[in-house]
């Protein structure tokens, strides 16, 4: 038997070796909101920013460029889903009609 290969990433060692971890990071709406701040309103470099709001160089970046281009502050929103729409009895009647006038033909191969 192999010995288990161990991990230098020492947040990963705490873990089953068959765990996956998920590589983003969720960053709180507070927390963009703060950021967007520090860089548009107090003026602050999005490097500095972002070390000082313990979050990576390029989820910074892309918080604020996702500001500039929307041009709203982040709150928690749901996704709108669309509700599917239900086959009603016309529909369902008017599908067997169609199947049961052309079965023939699929029959023969047409």
């Known amino acids: 038997m192999k010995p288990m290969e161990s991990n230098n990433n020492p947040i990963d060692n705490n873990l089953p070796a068959n765990r996956r971890i998920n590589k983003y990071d969720k960053v709180s709406d507070e927390k963009k909101n703060k950021l967007v701040k520090l860089v548009l309103v107090e003026g602050m470099k999005i490097s500095s920013s972002a070390r000082l709001m313990?979050?990576?160089?390029?989820?910074?970046?892309?918080?604020?460029?996702?500001?500039?281009?929307?041009?709203?502050?982040?709150?928690?929103?749901?996704?709108?889903h669309r509700k599917k729409d239900k086959i009603t009895g016309e529909v369902t009647n008017f599908i067997e009609e169609i199947v049961g006038a052309n079965a023939g033909n699929y029959a023969r191969g047409y």
């Open 54 to 80: 313990d979050m990576k160089l390029s989820t910074a970046g892309n918080i604020i460029s996702k500001y500039k281009k929307d041009g709203r502050e982040f709150s928690k929103s749901k996704r709108k």
